[in-house]
Every structure is written in structure tokens, then in C-alpha cells.
């Protein structure tokens, strides 16, 4: 999927500098996403590398349920897999190990799915748009904002940044560092200040200069403090009153590398702020990638994008077949 598949609301006209890059990522990048993400799925392949695929057996399907428990896919979402598996290799008559491990690809794919393709979109519709961005700390909320920022000024939208972490000393340079890298603007006030108010001048920003996102950036929190979940709650609600509909994304930044924690996270922070989507983080470290079937099964929010690195180009919007054939299979995925 390109960068430009990724929103709903983006103007047809795709400006020339966007189409060139997408058109290079598509030829250069593809591989990189690959060995980026070939380090999430790495641990998980090699685990299945461990497994003796010598005909059909209780004991291959157990392994297969330890591999995918293993990986953090949680234990419903696993059986659910497996037995799947079971039918669809005694169906077809599957056998072997690339046989085999094909079809779970195809499976968790089609799991990862949504329902109605427009769920995994980002909502970049409003004007203007606004992203508010939530997640525990240090998940990579600020960096992912940086990252995201970057793309819609590729695609010709205008972001600006409010910088509505007050909590963490440093976090106001941080965000307008990414800011001068991205070349947007941002709306700060002094630390300290009430996340709220720095919302509600960013907004009002943003109607005034003409920005068509807005991206609020928020201190991190642990989804069981539950001052700062109130907080969280009480930004909405401004946010909401100035422009009705708004926030019209609340994105839920994860760590994959903390596993099955991302779960519960997702679950509290849903109840508080009506999460429409999740930014899973740091998938080219040792994380094994497997949460992504957990959050969309016993939840329901959809993965929308994922962070694959440091850098400004290390996100992606998130694609549930390149995704399943990452974590399970050992070739280069087609058109690159
Ligand atoms: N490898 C890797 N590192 C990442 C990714 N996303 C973020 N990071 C790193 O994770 C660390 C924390 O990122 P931040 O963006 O500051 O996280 P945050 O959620 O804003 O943190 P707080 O504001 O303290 O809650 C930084 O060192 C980032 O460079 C990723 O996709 N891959
Ligand atoms: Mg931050």
C-alpha cells in the first residue's frame, strides 16, 4: 500500500515530488521495509525453522500454537489460527513445510483484514483534520508524529504540530525538532502549561493560518494512572467543542516490543478516549510482531500504521498481507 492510499481526504492531484518518491519507495524502499520488518518476523521464522515439519501430526499442530503463543498473538486469536490451519490443510491436502506456512500467511492476512477496507484509513477530511496521539510512555508517540507530519506535507497537506506534552521537560524541543525537520509549524506554551489550553490555541491556529491537520502530541501515561487517563479524556472534550466530530483520529501509539502489555494498553486507553486506530512502534527490534493479530482480534481497533525505524521515513501505513508474509515466510514479498 502507498503513502497515498493511506488517508481519506487527500486532494486527487498527488504534487510531483510525492509521486516521485512514491514511486522510488516502491522500487528502492521495498526492500528496506522488508529487512526492517524481516527482524520483527525473524524471531517467529526462526522458530518455525526449529519446528520438524515431518507429515501432519498433534505434535506439529501443538508446536505451531506454542510458535504463534510465542510470538505474542495471544491464546484465543492462536486457536482460532491453528484449528483454521487444520482444515484448510486437511482440505488441500498441505504437507509440506512452505505449503504449510503459506496458508497460515494467507490466514492471519485475511484475519488482519478489516471489514470495510475505509477502517484502516487515516481521516484527513476535516479542516481542519485533527490526529491526537496517545500511548504509554516512551512507546514513540512524538517520533511517530514527526514521521506522519512529513508524509502529509509530501502529499500537499498542511500540518502543524501542537506540542500538548506539558508534562516531560524536554518534550516541547523534541516536538519542535521534528517540527524545523519537517518544515511545519507548531503551537507550544511553557511546561507546565494545561494540555488542554495548548489544544485549544492550536486549533485556533490552525483555523487561523489555513493548517489542514493538526497532530497533538500528548505526555505519555500509563493506561492505569487514572488523573492523567482523565486528562487525556478532558482534551478530547475541548478538542471536540471547538470543532464538532473532532478529534476525528485518536491514535493509540504501541511498543511492539512489550507484547502482550500492548494488549491491555489498547484496551484501557480504548475505553477512555474512543481509540479509531493503531500505530505500532519499533517492529525492527526484537519485537515479535505478533500483538498485531491480538489487537485486531480480541479488540477490534485496526492497525494503521507502523513504525520500522529511527528516522523520518521509517513509517508505514500498515499492510496485512505484507505484514503476514513478514512474519512467516523467508521470500521477498512480489513487486519489489
Ligand atoms: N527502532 C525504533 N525506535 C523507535 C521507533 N519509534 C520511536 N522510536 C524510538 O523510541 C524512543 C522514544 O520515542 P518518543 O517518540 O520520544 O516516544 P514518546 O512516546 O513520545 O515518549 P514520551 O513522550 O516520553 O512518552 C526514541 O528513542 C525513538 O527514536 C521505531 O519505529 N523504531
Ligand atoms: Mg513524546
Known amino acids: 500500500?502507498?503513502?497515498?492510499?493511506?488517508?481519506?481526504?487527500?486532494?486527487?492531484?498527488?504534487?510531483?515530488?510525492?509521486?516521485?518518491?512514491?514511486?522510488?519507495?516502491?522500487?528502492?524502499?521495498?526492500?528496506?521495509?522488508?529487512?526492517?520488518?524481516?527482524?520483527?518476523?525473524?524471531?517467529?521464522?526462526?522458530?518455525?525453522?526449529?519446528?520438524?515439519?515431518?507429515?501432519?501430526?498433534?505434535?506439529?499442530?501443538?508446536?505451531?500454537?506454542?510458535?504463534?503463543?510465542?510470538?505474542?498473538?495471544?491464546?484465543?486469536a492462536t486457536v482460532r489460527i491453528v484449528e483454521q490451519l487444520e482444515r484448510e490443510a486437511s482440505e488441500q491436502h498441505l504437507t509440506s513445510r512452505d505449503e504449510l506456512l503459506g496458508c497460515l500467511a494467507g490466514i492471519v492476512a485475511r484475519l488482519?483484514?478489516?471489514?470495510?477496507?475505509?477502517?484502516?484509513?487515516?481521516?484527513?477530511?476535516?479542516?481542519?483534520?485533527?490526529?491526537?496521539?496517545?500511548?504509554?510512555?516512551?512507546?514513540?508517540?512524538?517520533?511517530?508524529?514527526?514521521?506522519?507530519?512529513?508524509r502529509l506535507a509530501e502529499l500537499g497537506k498542511t500540518p502543524l504540530m501542537v506540542a500538548a506534552d506539558t508534562f516531560r521537560a524536554a518534550a516541547v524541543e523534541q516536538l519542535s525538532e521534528w517540527a524545523s525537520r519537517v518544515g511545519c509549524e507548531i503551537v507550544r506554551q511553557a511546561p507546565g502549561s494545561d494540555p488542554a489550553a495548548?489544544?485549544?490555541?492550536?486549533?485556533?491556529?490552525?483555523?487561523?493560518?489555513?493548517?489542514?491537520?493538526?497532530?497533538v502530541d500528548t505526555a505519555g501515561r500509563l493506561h492505569t494512572q487514572v488523573n492523567l487517563m482523565n486528562e487525556l479524556a478532558k482534551v478530547r472534550r475541548v478538542i471536540g467543542k471547538q470543532i464538532p466530530g473532532a478529534p476525528h483520529e485518536t491514535l493509540l501509539v504501541i511498543d511492539a516490543t512489550t507484547g502482550q502489555n500492548g494488549l491491555r494498553q489498547a484496551q484501557v486507553f480504548a475505553e477512555a478516549v474512543a481509540v479509531t486506530g493503531v500505530v505500532l512502534t519499533k517492529l525492527d527490534g526484537s519485537a515479535k510482531g505478533g500483538i498485531v493479530i491480538a489487537i485486531r482480534e480480541e479488540?477490534?481497533?485496526?492497525?494503521?500504521?507502523?513504525?520500522?525505524?529511527?528516522?523520518?521515513?521509517?513509517?508505514?501505513?500498515?499492510?496485512?498481507?505484507?505484514?503476514?508474509?513478514?512474519?512467516?515466510?523467508?521470500?521477498?514479498?512480489?513487486?519489489?
Open 299 to 336: 479488540l477490534g481497533i485496526p492497525i494503521k500504521l507502523i513504525g520500522v525505524g529511527e528516522r523520518l521515513e521509517d513509517l508505514r501505513p500498515f499492510d496485512p498481507d505484507e505484514f503476514a508474509r513478514a512474519l512467516f515466510l523467508d521470500e521477498t514479498p512480489a513487486g519489489s
Open 1 to 76: 500500500m502507498d503513502w497515498h492510499e493511506a488517508f481519506k481526504g487527500l486532494s486527487s492531484d498527488l504534487p510531483a515530488a510525492a509521486a516521485e518518491h512514491e514511486d522510488e519507495e516502491r522500487r528502492g524502499l521495498f526492500g528496506r521495509l522488508r529487512e526492517n520488518l524481516g527482524k520483527a518476523g525473524g524471531a517467529l521464522r526462526e522458530h518455525f525453522r526449529t519446528i520438524l515439519f515431518d507429515g501432519i501430526t498433534d505434535d506439529l499442530w501443538e508446536q505451531i500454537e506454542e510458535a504463534l503463543i510465542f510470538a505474542d498473538v495471544g491464546v484465543e
Open 112 to 150: 488482519l483484514q478489516p471489514d470495510d477496507p475505509d477502517e484502516r484509513l487515516i481521516d484527513v477530511s476535516g479542516e481542519p483534520a485533527v490526529i491526537l496521539v496517545v500511548g504509554v510512555n516512551g512507546t514513540g508517540k512524538t517520533t511517530t508524529i514527526g514521521k506522519l507530519a512529513f
Open 198 to 215: 495548548v489544544v485549544y490555541d492550536g486549533i485556533a491556529a490552525a483555523r487561523s493560518r489555513g493548517a489542514g491537520v493538526v497532530i
